[in-house]
T-cell receptor, first 113, second 115 residues
């Protein structure tokens, strides 16, 4: 699997957009970008995933660069409850074991009032 | 729908003892995964079941760890005998299928402390 690089920590003001970057320069053509987050004492929570097109769901948006070497997770209006560790994972899809993941260190996002 | 549940939430045992962790996946999810985070380390994959069959157990650290999923429903992870380095949080996750459009749903983990 391609390795990902994320900043260790970020701050965001409540109500503002949180933009979390992820570098995955060694990503290959069949690998998807997944984002999960872990709020203290809970298990990781799926947020969103994509291959090459930008994706949006009720939680967030995922912007993937044209060369697919990096992506950005956007929380459009961050709340205090979005404070968590955010993990960017690259994983091959289609008939592969999409659960065989190592989560890396992630980005600790702190939303401040 | 009920989420992935894990029991117990916490377990404190002495070195050399045996502990069994249980995971109940989301109903209908054929795929069940075990992960763990040991102190200061990343969350790492341990193994993957498809129904009752072990599909991939390449992440299991050694033969003191035994996972089962009889009947393809709940799963257990037994550590026997436990060592100090086994302390950490053990997560279970399930998914409907193994492909990219079936994200993982995690339980809240079992925090294991070996003293």
């Amino acid at each position: 699997d391609a390795k990902t690089t994320q900043p260790p920590s970020m701050d965001c003001a409540e109500g503002r957009a949180a933009n979390l970057p992820c570098n995955h320069s060694t990503i290959s053509g069949n690998e998807y970008v997944y984002w999960y987050r872990q709020i203290h004492s809970q298990g990781p929570q799926y947020i969103i995933h994509g291959l090459k097109n930008n994706e949006t769901n009720e939680m967030a948006s995922l912007i993937i660069t044209e060369d697919r070497k990096s992506s950005t997770l956007i929380l459009p209006h961050a709340t205090l409850r979005d404070t968590a560790v955010y993990y960017c994972i690259v994983r091959a899809g289609l008939n592969t074991n999409a659960g065989k993941s190592t989560f890396g260190d992630g980005t600790t996002l702190t939303v401040k009032p | 729908e009920a989420g992935v549940t894990q029991f117990p939430s916490h377990s404190v045992i002495e070195k050399g003892q045996t502990v069994t962790l249980r995971c109940d996946p989301i109903s209908g999810h054929d795929n069940l995964y075990w992960y763990r985070r040991v102190m200061g380390k990343e969350i790492k994959f341990l193994l993957h079941f498809v129904k009752e069959s072990k599909q991939d157990e390449s992440g299991m650290p050694n033969n003191r760890f035994l996972a089962e999923r009889t009947g393809g429903t709940y799963s257990t992870l037994k550590v026997q005998p436990a060592e100090l380095e086994d302390s950490g949080v053990y997560f279970c996750a399930s998914s409907h299928n193994r492909g990219h459009n079936s994200p993982l749903h995690f339980g809240n983990g079992t925090r294991l402390t070996v003293t």
